[in-house]
């Protein structure tokens, strides 16, 4: 593996940065679970640091994850659908994507949405008799997920039978949360009762990652060298040196502070599936308190001159792929702060998945914010709770009106905001972007 970065005349920011790193001890207080790296209170942190020793205790349970894809695929299983959403979902969409699928093993889809064309799909598409169905939530009250369950669990049981139905199923949730209670009484295959401590968005590693991508046949032991390779060069490095994943954490960080704060990330193709995951971490984990890092994924190359002085390009291939170097040579030529990661091969994702939840923990102690909580996701779950509770009661959803209809588009603005028609409202949306908030310098809406 290879790493390297060219940040330019920013380079003395992020020497700052470490220094200030080294000063206050902080890699040091982060493996000795300190959560004044962060906050003063430890509400939201002293039980989310659970990730810094999942190395070590999945290592423990792989011979029994092994144990249980080698039974399902005896069985005569073919394929797997996880139903999930966000954290639970994304690291085995990258296992799915990035490493296929091993001769006799099962062929994972993930189902995240709630959709139905996309639920349809999935359930006209899976022969109920060899598929298995894996229900992955932290919280085990997930509404989108146990609404999956259901719907399919209803099927299963028309199709084969309640006795043979919760034999098909199988959880991955946090103990004493209600998905496990209800794996007891559909009797299900199997329940793998996750570390409580893990967050979702840092879960890649744990058993919400693991369990499907043994499904497909990937070498968990060595996925996991790779990990804790990472791991032991974080917790024992030299006094005079840094680590990468420190260095990395410094450098998003200070570069966000300075403006930089657009995270770009230019893939390999075969990769590409990590750029979800990884968004959704440094979104989750730094989007708050009025800063934060905005990931960018997923977006198509443009001329150099089209970037505004918002960017860090994140540049990672893999060995031997050269598809995407000329451009990021030239964003280094234009003076933009590239950031190159090479993987020897598909395994080294275990490396990377550490690597930049250490990076974004970092990240959260230079912006002065708490990279473990998540409050507008919670507060979207509580508003859509209650959406729930007043339909059950009354029958209907309460709607907003439209500011304003333009033919069958409904358009719906804040009083500050004048949309007497579709383009209107597009075009004064806009305008409110500025330099460093999304518009890329005036020419192009690219963020």
Same mark, same amino acid.
């Given at each position: 593996?290879?790493?390297?970065?060219?940040?330019?005349?920013?380079?003395?920011?992020?020497?700052?940065?470490?220094?200030?790193?080294?000063?206050?001890?902080?890699?040091?207080?982060?493996?000795?679970?300190?959560?004044?790296?962060?906050?003063?209170?430890?509400?939201?942190?002293?039980?989310?640091?659970?990730?810094?020793?999942?190395?070590?205790?999945?290592?423990?349970?792989?011979?029994?994850?092994?144990?249980?894809?080698?039974?399902?695929?005896?069985?005569?299983?073919?394929?797997?659908?996880?139903?999930?959403?966000?954290?639970?979902?994304?690291?085995?969409?990258?296992?799915?994507?990035?490493?296929?699928?091993?001769?006799?093993?099962?062929?994972?889809?993930?189902?995240?949405?709630?959709?139905?064309?996309?639920?349809?799909?999935?359930?006209?598409?899976?022969?109920?008799?060899?598929?298995?169905?894996?229900?992955?939530?932290?919280?085990?009250?997930?509404?989108?997920?146990?609404?999956?369950?259901?719907?399919?669990?209803?099927?299963?049981?028309?199709?084969?039978?309640?006795?043979?139905?919760?034999?098909?199923?199988?959880?991955?949730?946090?103990?004493?949360?209600?998905?496990?209670?209800?794996?007891?009484?559909?009797?299900?295959?199997?329940?793998?009762?996750?570390?409580?401590?893990?967050?979702?968005?840092?879960?890649?590693?744990?058993?919400?990652?693991?369990?499907?991508?043994?499904?497909?046949?990937?070498?968990?032991?060595?996925?996991?060298?790779?990990?804790?390779?990472?791991?032991?060069?974080?917790?024992?490095?030299?006094?005079?040196?840094?680590?990468?994943?420190?260095?990395?954490?410094?450098?998003?960080?200070?570069?966000?502070?300075?403006?930089?704060?657009?995270?770009?990330?230019?893939?390999?193709?075969?990769?590409?599936?990590?750029?979800?995951?990884?968004?959704?971490?440094?979104?989750?984990?730094?989007?708050?308190?009025?800063?934060?890092? +905005?990931?960018?994924?997923? %977006?198509?190359?443009? /001329?150099? *001159?089209?970037? !505004?002085?918002? =960017?860090?390009? $994140?540049?990672?291939?893999?060995?031997?792929?050269?598809?995407?170097?000329?451009?990021?040579?030239?964003?280094?030529?234009?003076?933009?702060?590239?950031?190159?990661?090479?993987?020897?091969?598909?395994?080294?994702?275990?490396?990377?998945?550490?690597?930049?939840?250490?990076?974004?923990?970092?990240?959260?102690?230079?912006?002065?914010?708490?990279?473990?909580?998540?409050?507008?996701?919670?507060?979207?779950?509580?508003?859509?709770?209650?959406?729930?509770?007043?339909?059950?009661?009354?029958?209907?959803?309460?709607?907003?009106?439209?500011?304003?209809?333009?033919?069958?588009?409904?358009?719906?603005?804040?009083?500050?905001?004048?949309?007497?028609?579709?383009?209107?409202? +597009?075009?004064?949306?806009? %305008?409110?972007?500025? /330099?460093? *908030?999304?518009? !890329?310098?005036? =020419?192009?809406? $690219?963020?």
């Amino acid at each position: 593996m290879q790493r390297g970065a060219d940040l330019g005349r920013y380079e003395p920011i992020v020497a700052a940065a470490l220094e200030e790193l080294k000063r206050a001890k902080v890699v040091e207080r982060i493996w000795a679970l300190d959560h004044t790296v962060w906050k003063p209170e430890s509400a939201g942190i002293a039980n989310r640091l659970g990730w810094l020793r999942v190395g070590t205790q999945m290592r423990e349970s792989v011979p029994q994850i092994e144990a249980f894809a080698q039974e399902v695929c005896a069985e005569g299983f073919t394929h797997a659908l996880l139903l999930g959403m966000g954290g639970s979902s994304l690291a085995p969409e990258v296992f799915r994507n990035a490493f296929g699928v091993s001769t006799g093993s099962l062929d994972l889809s993930v189902l995240d949405s709630t959709h139905p064309a996309a639920v349809l799909a999935q359930a006209n598409g899976l022969d109920p008799a060899r598929t298995l169905f894996i229900v992955s939530t932290k919280s085990g009250g997930t509404v989108e997920t146990l609404s999956l369950f259901k719907y399919f669990y209803n099927r299963i049981a028309d199709a084969l039978g309640t006795e043979r139905a919760g034999r098909r199923f199988v959880a991955i949730t946090d103990p004493g949360s209600g998905l496990a209670d209800a794996a007891v009484r559909h009797r299900f295959r199997k329940t793998f009762l996750n570390d409580p401590n893990i967050g979702g968005r840092y879960s890649a590693l744990s058993y919400y990652g693991l369990v499907p991508a043994a499904l497909t046949g990937i070498d968990l032991n060595r996925l996991l060298d790779r990990a804790s390779a990472c791991m032991n060069q974080c917790h024992t490095q030299d006094a005079g040196s840094t680590d990468f994943c420190t260095w990395l954490g410094a450098a998003i960080g200070a570069l966000a502070g300075k403006g930089r704060d657009k995270l770009t990330f230019i893939l390999s193709p075969p990769i590409s599936s990590f750029g979800a995951w990884v968004e959704q971490l440094i979104a989750e984990s730094t989007g708050k308190e009025g800063r934060g890092i +905005l990931p960018v994924e997923g %977006e198509a190359l443009l /001329p150099v *001159s089209y970037y !505004a002085d918002d =960017r860090v390009f $994140v540049h990672l291939r893999l060995k031997g792929d050269g598809s995407v170097d000329g451009t990021a040579n030239e964003l280094r030529r234009a003076g933009h702060p590239v950031i190159q990661i090479e993987l020897d091969d598909v395994y080294d994702l275990g490396r990377e998945f550490f690597c930049w939840e250490f990076a974004t923990a970092i990240a959260g102690h230079l912006l002065q914010i708490n990279p473990f909580d998540q409050p507008n996701v919670e507060s979207a779950k509580a508003g859509a709770r209650a959406m729930m509770a007043a339909y059950q009661k009354q029958g209907t959803l309460q709607l907003p009106e439209p500011t304003a209809v333009d033919g069958t588009i409904s358009i719906y603005a804040p009083p500050s905001l004048p949309v007497p028609d579709a383009g209107s409202a +597009l075009r004064n949306y806009l %305008e409110l972007a500025d /330099p460093g *908030s999304g518009n !890329a310098s005036g =020419r192009s809406y $690219v963020a």
